[in-house]
Protein backbone atom coordinates (compact mmCIF):
# COMPACT_ATOMS: atom_id res chain seq x y z
CA UNK A 1 0.00 0.00 0.00
CA UNK A 2 2.96 2.46 0.72
CA UNK A 3 4.48 1.71 -2.41
CA UNK A 4 1.39 2.16 -4.58
CA UNK A 5 0.40 5.41 -2.49
CA UNK A 6 3.86 6.58 -2.62
CA UNK A 7 3.67 6.02 -7.07
CA UNK A 8 0.44 7.61 -7.19
CA UNK A 9 2.10 10.60 -5.25
CA UNK A 10 4.84 10.82 -7.49
CA UNK A 11 2.58 10.45 -10.68
CA UNK A 12 0.48 13.21 -9.44
CA UNK A 13 3.15 15.88 -8.75
CA UNK A 14 5.03 14.81 -12.37
CA UNK A 15 1.19 15.18 -13.87
CA UNK A 16 1.17 18.44 -11.33
CA UNK A 17 4.52 19.58 -12.69
CA UNK A 18 3.85 18.70 -16.37
CA UNK A 19 0.18 21.24 -16.10
CA UNK A 20 2.05 23.59 -14.75
CA UNK A 21 4.91 24.01 -17.30
CA UNK A 22 2.29 23.46 -19.97
CA UNK A 23 0.08 26.54 -18.27
CA UNK A 24 3.72 28.36 -18.34
CA UNK A 25 3.87 27.64 -22.27
CA UNK A 26 0.28 28.34 -23.25
CA UNK A 27 0.18 31.78 -21.78
CA UNK A 28 3.81 32.71 -23.34
CA UNK A 29 2.08 31.37 -26.34
CA UNK A 30 -1.19 34.16 -25.77
CA UNK A 31 0.95 36.62 -24.93
CA UNK A 32 3.56 36.04 -28.18
CA UNK A 33 -0.10 35.84 -30.02
CA UNK A 34 -1.24 38.83 -28.54
CA UNK A 35 1.81 40.96 -29.67
CA UNK A 36 2.00 39.44 -32.99
CA UNK A 37 -1.82 40.16 -33.73
CA UNK A 38 -0.93 43.79 -32.30
CA UNK A 39 2.22 44.15 -34.68
CA UNK A 40 0.46 42.39 -37.80
CA UNK A 41 -2.59 45.04 -37.12
CA UNK A 42 -0.28 47.70 -36.66
CA UNK A 43 1.85 47.00 -39.85
CA UNK A 44 -1.30 46.55 -42.17
CA UNK A 45 -3.02 49.73 -40.96
CA UNK A 46 0.28 51.06 -42.17
CA UNK A 47 0.91 49.30 -45.77
CA UNK A 48 -2.77 50.11 -46.07
CA UNK A 49 -2.75 53.46 -45.53
CA UNK A 50 0.83 53.69 -47.44
CA UNK A 51 -0.84 52.01 -50.55
CA UNK A 52 -3.67 55.06 -50.50
CA UNK A 53 -1.45 57.27 -50.07
CA UNK A 54 0.56 56.25 -53.20
CA UNK A 55 -2.04 56.91 -55.01
CA UNK A 56 -4.23 58.92 -53.46
CA UNK A 57 -2.08 61.43 -51.19
CA UNK A 58 -3.00 61.44 -47.49
CA UNK A 59 -6.31 61.11 -47.54
CA UNK A 60 -7.91 59.95 -44.01
CA UNK A 61 -11.70 61.25 -44.75
CA UNK A 62 -11.60 58.53 -47.81
CA UNK A 63 -10.12 55.57 -46.15
CA UNK A 64 -12.99 53.09 -47.62
CA UNK A 65 -13.01 54.94 -51.28
CA UNK A 66 -12.13 52.58 -54.07
CA UNK A 67 -11.47 55.83 -56.88
CA UNK A 68 -10.80 58.63 -54.78
CA UNK A 69 -10.82 61.51 -56.39
CA UNK A 70 -7.50 63.17 -58.02
CA UNK A 71 -6.77 66.84 -57.70
CA UNK A 72 -4.68 69.22 -59.76
CA UNK A 73 -3.73 72.42 -57.50
CA UNK A 74 -3.26 75.29 -59.79
CA UNK A 75 -1.72 77.95 -57.93
CA UNK A 76 -1.70 81.86 -59.14
CA UNK A 77 1.81 83.52 -57.60
CA UNK A 78 4.09 86.53 -59.04
CA UNK A 79 7.78 87.28 -58.51
CA UNK A 80 7.11 89.64 -55.46
CA UNK A 81 5.51 86.65 -53.69
CA UNK A 82 7.74 84.03 -54.62
CA UNK A 83 9.65 83.64 -51.33
CA UNK A 84 7.58 85.58 -49.26
CA UNK A 85 4.67 82.95 -49.62
CA UNK A 86 4.70 80.60 -52.43
CA UNK A 87 7.20 78.38 -51.17
CA UNK A 88 5.75 77.62 -47.82
CA UNK A 89 2.46 76.87 -49.75
CA UNK A 90 5.06 74.41 -51.88
CA UNK A 91 6.15 73.17 -48.30
CA UNK A 92 2.91 72.53 -46.70
CA UNK A 93 -0.18 71.75 -48.00
CA UNK A 94 0.06 71.60 -51.48
CA UNK A 95 2.17 68.52 -50.77
CA UNK A 96 -1.30 66.96 -50.71
CA UNK A 97 -2.16 67.47 -54.02
CA UNK A 98 -2.04 64.82 -56.59
CA UNK A 99 -0.13 66.85 -59.29
CA UNK A 100 0.82 70.91 -59.18
CA UNK A 101 1.74 73.87 -60.91
CA UNK A 102 2.83 76.92 -60.25
CA UNK A 103 1.83 79.83 -62.55
CA UNK A 104 3.67 83.01 -62.52
CA UNK A 105 5.24 86.23 -64.53
CA UNK A 106 8.68 85.05 -63.92
CA UNK A 107 10.89 81.98 -63.29
CA UNK A 108 12.02 80.33 -60.07
CA UNK A 109 14.53 78.00 -59.26
CA UNK A 110 11.98 76.00 -57.27
CA UNK A 111 8.51 76.48 -57.79
CA UNK A 112 9.36 76.08 -61.77
CA UNK A 113 6.08 77.55 -62.70
CA UNK A 114 4.84 78.10 -65.84
CA UNK A 115 5.70 81.42 -66.61
CA UNK A 116 3.18 84.11 -68.23
CA UNK A 117 3.91 87.31 -68.55
CA UNK A 118 2.21 90.88 -68.80
CA UNK A 119 -0.97 89.63 -68.12
CA UNK A 120 -4.23 90.18 -65.21
CA UNK A 121 -5.01 87.07 -63.49
CA UNK A 122 -8.06 86.55 -65.61
CA UNK A 123 -5.53 86.60 -68.96
CA UNK A 124 -3.44 84.05 -67.09
CA UNK A 125 -6.17 81.93 -65.96
CA UNK A 126 -7.17 81.54 -69.86
CA UNK A 127 -4.05 80.34 -70.84
CA UNK A 128 -2.97 78.33 -68.14
CA UNK A 129 -6.60 76.50 -67.91
CA UNK A 130 -5.96 75.45 -71.19
CA UNK A 131 -2.58 74.17 -71.03
CA UNK A 132 -3.53 72.37 -67.72
CA UNK A 133 -6.58 70.73 -69.97
CA UNK A 134 -4.40 70.02 -72.61
CA UNK A 135 -1.50 68.24 -70.95
CA UNK A 136 -2.73 66.71 -67.80
CA UNK A 137 -6.79 66.40 -68.16
CA UNK A 138 -6.64 62.61 -68.55
CA UNK A 139 -4.75 62.73 -65.02
CA UNK A 140 -7.00 64.85 -62.77
CA UNK A 141 -10.81 64.50 -61.69
CA UNK A 142 -10.65 68.18 -60.39
CA UNK A 143 -8.79 70.82 -60.93
CA UNK A 144 -8.33 73.18 -57.55
CA UNK A 145 -7.77 76.95 -59.10
CA UNK A 146 -6.17 78.87 -55.66
CA UNK A 147 -3.90 81.89 -55.12
CA UNK A 148 -0.63 81.60 -52.88
CA UNK A 149 -1.80 82.53 -49.85
CA UNK A 150 -4.89 80.23 -49.85
CA UNK A 151 -4.33 77.19 -47.44
CA UNK A 152 -6.06 74.34 -48.20
CA UNK A 153 -6.80 70.75 -46.51
CA UNK A 154 -7.30 68.19 -49.13
CA UNK A 155 -8.20 65.88 -47.13
CA UNK A 156 -11.63 67.86 -46.43
CA UNK A 157 -12.02 69.10 -49.64
CA UNK A 158 -12.12 65.17 -50.91
CA UNK A 159 -14.70 64.87 -48.37
CA UNK A 160 -17.14 67.15 -50.11
CA UNK A 161 -16.14 66.02 -53.81
CA UNK A 162 -16.79 62.14 -53.20
CA UNK A 163 -20.79 62.05 -53.50
CA UNK A 164 -20.22 64.21 -56.93
CA UNK A 165 -18.68 62.69 -60.26
CA UNK A 166 -15.80 64.28 -62.18
CA UNK A 167 -18.15 63.70 -65.10
CA UNK A 168 -20.66 65.90 -63.61
CA UNK A 169 -20.14 69.99 -65.01
CA UNK A 170 -19.89 71.30 -61.49
CA UNK A 171 -17.84 73.67 -59.24
CA UNK A 172 -17.53 74.51 -55.46
CA UNK A 173 -16.33 77.85 -53.24
CA UNK A 174 -17.40 80.67 -51.28
CA UNK A 175 -20.34 81.55 -52.99
CA UNK A 176 -20.70 85.58 -53.24
CA UNK A 177 -22.86 87.50 -55.42
CA UNK A 178 -21.83 90.43 -57.20
CA UNK A 179 -23.77 93.69 -57.90
CA UNK A 180 -25.53 92.24 -61.16
CA UNK A 181 -26.59 89.72 -58.54
CA UNK A 182 -24.66 86.42 -60.23
CA UNK A 183 -22.62 84.13 -58.76
CA UNK A 184 -19.40 84.18 -58.08
CA UNK A 185 -16.34 82.25 -55.90
CA UNK A 186 -14.28 83.96 -53.35
CA UNK A 187 -11.35 82.88 -52.11
CA UNK A 188 -10.64 79.45 -54.29
CA UNK A 189 -12.44 77.35 -56.90
CA UNK A 190 -12.41 73.88 -57.65
CA UNK A 191 -14.63 72.19 -60.64
CA UNK A 192 -15.20 69.00 -62.05
CA UNK A 193 -13.17 67.41 -65.30
CA UNK A 194 -16.34 67.88 -67.20
CA UNK A 195 -16.45 71.77 -66.14
CA UNK A 196 -12.58 72.10 -67.31
CA UNK A 197 -13.30 70.24 -70.66
CA UNK A 198 -16.60 72.70 -71.19
CA UNK A 199 -14.78 75.65 -70.15
CA UNK A 200 -12.14 75.34 -72.19
CA UNK A 201 -13.81 73.74 -75.50
CA UNK A 202 -16.74 75.48 -75.49
CA UNK A 203 -16.08 79.05 -73.10
CA UNK A 204 -12.41 79.80 -74.07
CA UNK A 205 -13.54 79.61 -78.40
CA UNK A 206 -16.43 81.44 -78.02
CA UNK A 207 -16.65 85.32 -77.02
CA UNK A 208 -20.30 85.02 -76.10
CA UNK A 209 -19.73 82.84 -73.58
CA UNK A 210 -16.96 83.77 -72.15
CA UNK A 211 -15.00 86.90 -71.89
CA UNK A 212 -11.28 86.36 -74.18
CA UNK A 213 -9.45 89.52 -73.04
CA UNK A 214 -7.97 90.86 -70.04
CA UNK A 215 -9.18 91.78 -66.81
CA UNK A 216 -8.58 91.84 -63.62
CA UNK A 217 -11.60 90.55 -62.30
CA UNK A 218 -10.78 86.87 -62.40
CA UNK A 219 -13.17 85.17 -59.79
CA UNK A 220 -15.77 86.98 -61.51
CA UNK A 221 -14.94 86.43 -65.35
CA UNK A 222 -14.57 82.48 -64.17
CA UNK A 223 -17.81 82.33 -62.57
CA UNK A 224 -19.59 84.09 -65.49
CA UNK A 225 -17.72 81.97 -68.17
CA UNK A 226 -19.04 78.29 -66.30
CA UNK A 227 -22.41 79.66 -65.88
CA UNK A 228 -22.70 80.65 -69.42
CA UNK A 229 -21.27 76.60 -70.70
CA UNK A 230 -23.75 75.15 -68.14
CA UNK A 231 -21.41 73.98 -65.27
CA UNK A 232 -23.62 74.65 -61.53
CA UNK A 233 -22.53 76.28 -58.79
CA UNK A 234 -22.48 73.50 -56.25
CA UNK A 235 -23.36 74.39 -52.13
CA UNK A 236 -19.82 73.65 -50.52
CA UNK A 237 -21.51 74.53 -46.66
CA UNK A 238 -21.42 71.49 -43.81
CA UNK A 239 -24.24 70.12 -42.55
CA UNK A 240 -24.82 73.04 -40.15
CA UNK A 241 -25.14 75.16 -42.96
CA UNK A 242 -21.51 77.17 -42.74
CA UNK A 243 -18.59 77.91 -44.98
CA UNK A 244 -15.82 75.43 -45.78
CA UNK A 245 -14.70 77.62 -48.23
CA UNK A 246 -13.60 80.83 -46.31
CA UNK A 247 -12.42 84.33 -47.32
CA UNK A 248 -10.30 85.23 -44.60
CA UNK A 249 -7.25 83.43 -42.50
CA UNK A 250 -7.94 81.58 -38.95
CA UNK A 251 -6.69 84.14 -36.76
CA UNK A 252 -9.29 86.74 -38.09
CA UNK A 253 -11.79 84.22 -38.15
CA UNK A 254 -11.71 82.92 -34.70
CA UNK A 255 -10.19 86.05 -33.17
CA UNK A 256 -11.72 89.34 -34.26
CA UNK A 257 -14.10 88.65 -36.88
CA UNK A 258 -17.59 88.83 -36.59
CA UNK A 259 -18.43 88.06 -40.40
CA UNK A 260 -21.96 89.38 -39.88
CA UNK A 261 -20.25 92.35 -39.26
CA UNK A 262 -18.18 92.93 -42.60
CA UNK A 263 -20.25 94.83 -44.66
CA UNK A 264 -18.40 93.82 -48.12
CA UNK A 265 -19.08 90.01 -46.76
CA UNK A 266 -22.75 90.11 -45.29
CA UNK A 267 -23.62 91.92 -48.65
CA UNK A 268 -22.15 89.81 -51.08
CA UNK A 269 -22.84 86.28 -49.28
CA UNK A 270 -24.89 84.33 -51.29
CA UNK A 271 -26.17 82.41 -48.06
CA UNK A 272 -27.73 83.96 -44.97
CA UNK A 273 -25.15 84.88 -42.00
CA UNK A 274 -26.79 84.13 -38.55
CA UNK A 275 -25.64 82.67 -34.88
CA UNK A 276 -24.83 79.26 -36.61
CA UNK A 277 -23.30 79.72 -40.06
CA UNK A 278 -21.33 82.38 -39.04
CA UNK A 279 -19.16 80.04 -36.87
CA UNK A 280 -16.20 78.10 -38.03
CA UNK A 281 -16.83 74.84 -39.84
CA UNK A 282 -15.51 71.95 -38.26
CA UNK A 283 -14.61 70.59 -41.75
CA UNK A 284 -12.80 73.60 -43.05
CA UNK A 285 -11.86 73.19 -46.65
CA UNK A 286 -9.48 76.28 -47.83
CA UNK A 287 -8.44 79.49 -45.76
CA UNK A 288 -7.66 82.96 -47.75
CA UNK A 289 -5.11 85.96 -47.26
CA UNK A 290 -3.12 83.41 -45.05
CA UNK A 291 0.61 84.42 -44.39
CA UNK A 292 3.56 82.54 -44.22
CA UNK A 293 4.20 81.99 -40.16
CA UNK A 294 -0.03 80.94 -40.19
CA UNK A 295 0.37 78.51 -43.05
CA UNK A 296 3.80 76.53 -41.25
CA UNK A 297 1.21 76.37 -37.98
CA UNK A 298 -1.45 75.61 -39.41
CA UNK A 299 0.44 72.63 -41.25
CA UNK A 300 2.32 71.37 -38.07
CA UNK A 301 -1.03 71.32 -36.11
CA UNK A 302 -2.72 69.64 -39.13
CA UNK A 303 -0.26 66.91 -40.08
CA UNK A 304 3.02 67.01 -37.74
CA UNK A 305 1.53 67.02 -34.21
CA UNK A 306 1.02 64.06 -32.68
CA UNK A 307 -1.79 63.20 -30.48
CA UNK A 308 -2.31 59.88 -28.21
CA UNK A 309 -4.79 57.44 -29.81
CA UNK A 310 -4.67 59.22 -33.14
CA UNK A 311 -3.30 57.65 -36.13
CA UNK A 312 -1.33 60.09 -38.38
CA UNK A 313 -0.69 58.86 -41.48
CA UNK A 314 2.76 59.16 -43.26
CA UNK A 315 3.56 61.99 -46.31
CA UNK A 316 4.25 60.84 -49.65
CA UNK A 317 6.31 61.95 -52.86
CA UNK A 318 3.89 64.48 -54.78
CA UNK A 319 4.28 65.12 -58.74
CA UNK A 320 4.34 68.57 -59.97
CA UNK A 321 5.28 70.62 -63.31
CA UNK A 322 8.67 71.94 -64.41
CA UNK A 323 7.04 73.84 -67.77
CA UNK A 324 5.33 70.42 -68.77
CA UNK A 325 7.64 67.77 -67.35
CA UNK A 326 6.78 66.31 -64.60
CA UNK A 327 8.69 65.94 -61.20
CA UNK A 328 8.51 64.32 -57.84
CA UNK A 329 9.37 65.96 -54.41
CA UNK A 330 9.16 63.71 -51.70
CA UNK A 331 8.43 64.47 -47.79
CA UNK A 332 9.49 63.49 -44.70
Not at 117 to 144: C, F, H, P, Q, T
Not at 296 to 310: E, V, W
Amino acid sequence: MTKNRQKCESIFRLCFRDFFISLKILLKLLVTFWFCLSVIQADYTRLFNLKRSTADKDSPSNATNVSRPRIFCLIFTSVERHDYIAIYGQSTWIRNCDRYLFVSNSIHPVLEPLVIKNRYRWGAMLISLGYVYRYYADEMDWLLKVNDDNFVILENLRKLLQPYSSDEPISFGCKMKNNENQTYMHGGNVFSREALRRLVTNGFTNSSLCYLDDSPYDDEELSRCLRNVGVVAGDSRDAMGRQRFLPFNPEQYLVDLEPDMQEWYSTRSYYEINAITRELSREVISFYNVNPPTMLCLYYYIYKMRIFGRKVLPQNGTTHFINGTPSVTHSN
